[in-house]
T-cell receptor, first 111, second 110 residues
Framework: NAGVTQTPKFQVLKTGQSMTLQCAQD?????MYWYRQDPGMGLRLIYY???????DKGEVPNGYNVSRLNKREFSLRLESAAPSQTSVYFC??????????FGEGSRLTVL | KNEVEQSPQNLTAQEGEFITINCSYS?????LHWLQQHPGGGIVSLFM???GKKKHGRLIATINIQEKHSSLHITASHPRDSAVYIC????????????FGKGTHLIIQP
């Protein structure tokens, strides 16, 4: 039972570099989410996808793009990384009952 | 004002103590969630509840819909319970996942 798998777990970037965080779930969930977690801020929604083929902005979407490649996969892209994007990123998927299942997190540092 | 407020922010207790973490919310909800995050670790769901009380092992979660308040209790606390406990709500009519509190950092000392 893999659940929600996200990669990479750790990444260091220089300002201006780009990267993509990958997320896949094997629970046949329609809804998928990307959050960032910063000290003292709690988890904040970046983007979400209520179903395959749809994506919507969350609370903090600036500087990010997403792709819902298929029902399983939901990727988050930083086109030009900035130090303010240093954070821990969590992917999650949601079942019909509303419960969320989280990935292990990706720790990103932008220098 | 945040839609989900937790208290206390930090809590240190001795092994064996009874622990209570509180959560208040200001929006209409379809469910309330309690999550656990160990240091450097992922986030796991402990409870999802929309009324009454749920129990799992030494953990008990209660919710009072009229007062918009929930509590998470830990009985006979143990050092392995040390973690951040996060309250989150599913807003009524919301399709954008959960709204989170800032978490309670719990340390249980042996």
């Amino acid at each position: 039972n893999a659940g929600v798998t996200q990669t990479p777990k750790f990444q260091v970037l220089k300002t201006g570099q780009s990267m993509t965080l990958q997320c896949a779930q094997d629970m046949n969930h329609n809804s998928m989410y990307w959050y960032r977690q910063d000290p003292g801020m709690g988890l904040r929604l970046i983007y979400y996808s209520a179903s395959e083929g749809t994506t919507d902005k969350g609370e903090v979407p600036n500087g990010y793009n997403v792709s819902r490649l298929n029902k399983r996969e939901f990727s988050l892209r930083l086109e030009s990384a900035a130090p303010s994007q240093t954070s821990v990123y969590f992917c999650a998927s949601g079942g019909r009952a509303g419960e969320l299942f989280f990935g292990e997190g990706s720790r990103l540092t932008v220098l | 004002k945040n839609e989900v407020e937790q208290s206390p922010q930090n809590l240190t207790a001795q092994e064996g103590e009874f622990i209570t973490i509180n959560c208040s919310y200001s929006v209409g909800i379809s469910a309330l969630h309690w999550l656990q995050q160990h240091p450097g670790g992922g986030i796991v769901s402990l409870f999802m509840l929309s009324s009454g009380k749920k129990k799992h092992g030494r953990l008990i979660a209660t919710i009072n819909i009229q007062e918009k308040h929930s509590s998470l209790h830990i009985t006979a606390s143990h050092p392995r319970d040390s973690a951040v406990y996060i309250c989150a709500v599913s807003r009524l009519g919301g399709a954008d996942g959960l709204t989170f509190g800032k978490g309670t950092h719990l340390i249980i000392q042996p």
